[in-house]
């Protein structure tokens, strides 16, 4: 089960931090991370991180804004986003796959969360 956290409204230039807790699951064999999606929309992949050895994956449109991280003794994954702009305005739900899946691969992931809403106003 993973349960996602840490949405909300923010000015653009802005930060969040999102949660993704895990239970249920060997933390350490999976590849966890975010994929968000506007109504009307396809998902995107956002981020990834395989929890055995740190590998991350990154969507280009939100390089070097948004941050990837796990806390093991947590079961926790979060992602850190910095400078939030509208464009990033939308549903972010949390995934977990096998480890090598540390990438865009949405339909290949095993188990998803609810989503949490991330606002972002201009």
């Known amino acids: 089960q993973l349960q996602a956290s840490g949405g909300g409204l923010v000015q653009a230039g802005g930060s969040l931090r999102l949660s993704c807790a895990a239970s249920?699951?060997?933390?350490?064999?999976?590849?966890i991370g975010w994929f968000r999606q506007v109504p009307g929309k396809e998902r995107e992949g956002v981020s990834m991180i395989a929890i055995s050895d740190g590998t991350t994956w990154y969507a280009d449109s939100i390089k070097g804004r948004f941050t990837i991280s796990s806390d093991n003794a947590k079961n926790t994954v979060y992602l850190q986003m910095n400078n939030l702009k509208p464009d990033d305005t939308a549903v972010y739900y949390c995934?977990?796959?096998?480890?090598?899946?540390?990438?865009?691969?949405?339909?290949?992931?095993?188990?998803w969360g609810k989503g949490t809403l991330v606002t972002v106003s201009s």
């Open positions: 249920g699951l060997k933390f350490d064999d999976y590849a």
């Open positions: 995934a977990a796959g096998l480890a090598i899946l540390v990438g865009p691969y949405g339909n290949d992931l095993d188990y």
